[in-house]
């Protein structure tokens, strides 16, 4: 509506005849709607408007209102506001020439050139429209690029992570059972700077008696148990074997079963009775 309000300004017509054109016809009328309506009921509205400019008229003997800057003369104050927001000038002065209504053919020609103006000002709208919708595209699709290409490292942070830490556990792990078999060693060195009473006397043990009398094999099969709840280990030993072989496996065999190896040990047997 304020569109068609500024043509009709243009064209010459004051805002009496342009708000009554526009209450008649609805504020979406067209600019040809307006001006039919306004060319057909102007005489009618002409002695009102009349008699409400006359009495400042006659006080001031002026006809119009002239721009100093650009020379154009204008109806009323209305006319002459809207042109200094238009063009930026601001140097008006009071004129005693009248401006003369414009004819069919001036109309016809101004109706014309500001219907251009008017397609040529949408045109260039609708062109930043479309640049404006094509930059947000281009934006929207560099952030869409952006962000899985963001993902795409995190995901490959992440698995280099756990690779890593896979890698780290394996190591750890490595060491671990590494440090266990050189204390078993550390631990039989030791045993054997201090041998026990009898292994230093080489004494040897004669385990043939554990065998059965009917069996006439070199190998005695023995079965150590223990009193703190480990299992219990059965060994294979030649009958000439030193006790020492016995305390050394079963040093092995507690070290597998979660017990500390630097303990020292006891051995006794059940003889029957």
């Not at 429209?129 to 947000?136: G, I, R, Y």
């Not at 700077?193 to 009398?213: C, I, Q």
């Amino acid at each position: 509506m304020e569109e068609t309000k500024g043509i009709l300004k243009e064209m010459g017509f004051d805002d009496f005849l342009i708000d009554k054109a526009i209450e008649s016809n609805g504020p979406s009328v067209s600019i040809e709607a307006a001006v039919q309506w306004i060319e057909v009921n102007q005489e009618k509205l002409a002695e009102g408007d009349t008699n409400e400019q006359k009495d400042s008229i006659d006080d001031s003997q002026a006809k119009s209102i002239r721009c100093d800057e650009c020379g154009k003369h204008f109806k009323n104050q209305d006319h002459a506001e809207f042109h200094a927001a238009k063009s930026g000038h601001s140097n008006f002065s009071m004129s005693t020439d009248e401006v003369k209504p414009m004819s069919e053919e001036e109309k016809s020609e101004k109706l014309k050139e500001l219907q251009e103006k008017l397609a040529l000002k949408r045109e260039k709208q609708r062109l930043l429209d479309l640049e404006a919708k094509k930059q947000n595209e281009q934006i929207r699709r560099k952030a869409g690029k952006e962000m899985t290409e963001f993902k795409e490292k995190q995901a490959l942070k992440d698995m280099e992570k756990l690779a890593e830490e896979k890698k780290k556990e394996k190591n750890e792990d490595k060491l671990q059972r590494e440090r266990i078999k050189a204390q078993i060693e550390a631990d039989r060195l030791e045993r054997k700077r201090k041998p026990t009473e009898s292994s230093s006397s080489k004494s040897k043990v004669d385990l043939s008696g554990f065998a059965s009398s009917k069996t006439l094999s070199d190998t005695v099969r023995i079965q150590v148990r223990f009193m703190d709840g480990v299992a219990p280990l059965t060994i294979s030993l030649n009958k000439n074997s030193l006790l020492q072989e016995i305390f050394e496996a079963v040093q092995v065999h507690r070290t597998k079963n979660g017990k500390l190896p630097n303990v020292d040990y006891k051995l006794s047997t059940a003889l029957p009775k």
